[in-house]
């Protein structure tokens, strides 16, 4: 029996296989590393999607590398085929992370200016809030005033000593009601030109209620002059009736709640000065003792004046009403005291001071009883800084 | 030497990049890991992070095998994945900036429909507040008014009867 391959004819036909083996596998196409499959899926990916969109630059570099990952593969360089192909993976990874952070700025600048913008309303809102509510408060303060307002019951007839004393009693009301206007009348003189128009229609309506507040204190000084019973509520309206005007030109002037505490200011600038200020409803008081030498200034009332001028003049938004006070009536004097004042007005405007009257309150406002011996007390300069915003 | 630099593949050489690249990989990779310790970040950048270090190992073993080529490229390598992972770094800060933008933006809108609330509420209150006003000072205007036309009443008796008492004058 012959052996198909004898031991050496084994070794030839192994070796010839192997050889075609050999020779098969050489020319068989190499298989393409799966590493370069899953760049082409990464370049793929939804991310990488947007990332060509916004990271453009990263994204063709990582494009480049995985091109030359194929070029190597083809090239036959399996090895640095793969790791170029990795690279690329590494690359599309960062070009992704470049998109998410072109992305976050975005939204954050978008953020920011939609916060921005609704911080800007919220500030105007909160600041309507304010004044709404500052309205709101001096609403219900009037209707509360007006509520607690003791109910008016008319004077009845009196006997004739009650009759002096009604009658004195409305000429104080009417020298307090004649304060209370003019301090309105200054107020709406414009401080500056450019304050003429301020306040529209309610500085018209207050400017018509001081008027007719105005109206009915003549009224009141004539009915007075004319003798007959005293009109003593009719006296006590007419006051009233100028400090609702007074307070209404101040309301126009000023929108509520704006700035408020000037007064204050004023209030402590004067008591830092030793002027001794006090504060009623027309506004912040100094009152000065004889500061007259005959018809004039004494040296001492001078300084005095010049002083609260200084003063005034730094507050231009407070004009001052000059209001002179007799020791006691006397007609005789009358021209004395009209030149008292005057002076004391003039010396104010020649120091600066723009808005400035005068009134002659007479004796009608006396300190103490004007027949005591200490009636002197009674004479006295008002300089009343009428505060232009209401309390 | 010169047979193996010569067995080189062309994109190998291509790809040839400075010595410093593996340096400048571990650099980074260590920078950002110190960063990112025991943070959220940490667990955002790990995946990039190790398998920056695994191209580090990777480098270290041709190198070990003389494969100085495939060692440089394995380093480029390392490289790209660490600054894959600075670039993630900077996209997880933008992220939770944006995330911070948002939230303030959400709260200001929430404060914003709160005051514009508050603000119909007072603007309404006002508006009771002024019909309130108008009805106490009517009935004001109308206690007063009564009163005036008593007093006129009175002070008109008081000059009538002053007109009475005053004696007529004898005619000549």
């Known amino acids: 029996m012959s052996r198909p391959f004898s031991s050496r004819g084994q070794g030839y036909w ?23 499959a899953e760049a082409e899926r990464v370049r793929k990916a939804p991310a990488a999607v947007e990332a060509e969109r916004l990271a453009p630059a990263a994204f063709a570099r990582a494009d480049d590398l995985r091109r030359r990952a194929d070029q190597a593969f083809e090239d036959g360089d399996l090895a640095g085929a793969q790791l170029i192909a990795e690279r690329a993976i590494a690359a599309y990874a960062d070009a992704v992370a470049l998109a998410r952070v072109a992305k976050a700025e975005r939204e954050s600048t978008s953020a920011s200016s939609e916060r921005d913008t609704k911080r800007v309303e919220l500030a105007a809102l909160e600041g309507e809030q304010r004044r709404v509510s500052a309205e709101l408060e001096a609403l219900e303060l009037r209707v509360k005033a007006t509520r607690d307002a003791q109910p008016i019951v008319p004077s009845g007839p009196a006997d004739p000593a009650r009759e002096q004393a009604r009658r004195e009693a409305a000429r104080a009301l009417s020298i307090q009601a004649r304060l209370l206007c003019t301090g309105a009348r200054l107020l709406l003189a414009p401080a500056a030109p450019s304050d003429a128009t301020a306040g529209g229609a309610d500085r018209a309506s207050a400017a018509g209620d001081l008027d007719a507040a105005e109206a009915a204190l003549a009224k009141l000084d004539a009915s007075l002059a004319a003798g007959g019973p005293v009109p003593i509520d009719e006296a006590g309206r007419v006051r009233a009736g100028c400090l609702a005007a007074l307070t209404r030109v101040r309301r126009a002037a000023a929108a509520v709640g704006r700035a408020p505490g000037a007064g204050d200011e004023l209030l402590a600038t004067l008591s830092a000065s030793a002027l001794s200020p006090s504060r009623d409803d027309r506004g912040v008081v100094v009152a000065l003792r004889e500061p007259f030498r005959a018809a004039g200034l004494s040296a001492d009332g001078e300084a005095r004046l010049a002083s609260l001028a200084r003063v005034a003049a730094a507050h231009p938004a407070f004009p001052v009403a000059v209001v002179v006070h007799e020791e006691r009536a006397s007609p005789r004097d009358a021209a004395m005291w009209r030149s008292r004042a005057d002076a004391v007005v003039q010396k104010l405007r020649a120091s600066g001071v723009t808005r400035v009257e005068a009134v002659l309150a007479g004796a009608g406002a006396p300190l103490v ?21 209401a309390l | 030497m010169l047979a193996a630099a010569l067995l080189v593949s062309p994109a190998a050489r291509a790809d040839a990049v400075p010595a410093g690249d593996a340096a400048a990989a571990a650099r980074l990779a260590d920078e950002l890991e110190a960063a990112g310790k025991g943070q959220p970040l940490a667990q955002a950048l790990a995946e990039a992070l190790a398998a920056s270090r695994k191209a580090l190992e990777r480098a ?16 480029a390598l390392a490289l790209e994945w660490a600054q894959a992972a600075a670039a993630q770094r900077r996209a997880f800060a933008a992220e939770q900036a944006a995330a911070r933008a948002a939230k303030e933006a959400r709260e200001v809108s929430v404060q914003l429909g709160r005051a514009r609330a508050l603000l119909a509420e007072t603007q309404a209150q ?47």
């Not at chain 1, 010839?16 to 020319?27: E, G, P, R």
């Open chain 2, 60 to 75: 270290r073993g041709a190198r070990a095998a003389g494969d100085e080529p495939h060692a440089k490229l394995l380093d």
């Open chain 1, 369 to 389: 009883d004007p027949s005591s011996r200490d009636r002197a007390r009674n004479s006295r300069v008002e300089i009343v800084f009428v505060t232009p915003e």
């Open chain 1, 14 to 36: 192994a070796g010839v296989i192997l050889s075609w083996i050999c020779s098969l596998s050489a020319c068989a196409p190499v298989p393409r590393p799966d590493v370069l």
């Open chain 2, 126 to 172: 006002r508006g009771l507040a002024e019909a309130e006003l108008a009805r106490v000072e009517a009935e004001a205007r109308e206690a007063r008014d009564a009163a005036a036309a008593a007093e006129a009443k009175r002070t008109a008796r008081g000059a009538g009867a002053r007109k009475a008492a005053t004696p007529k004058q004898a005619k000549p």
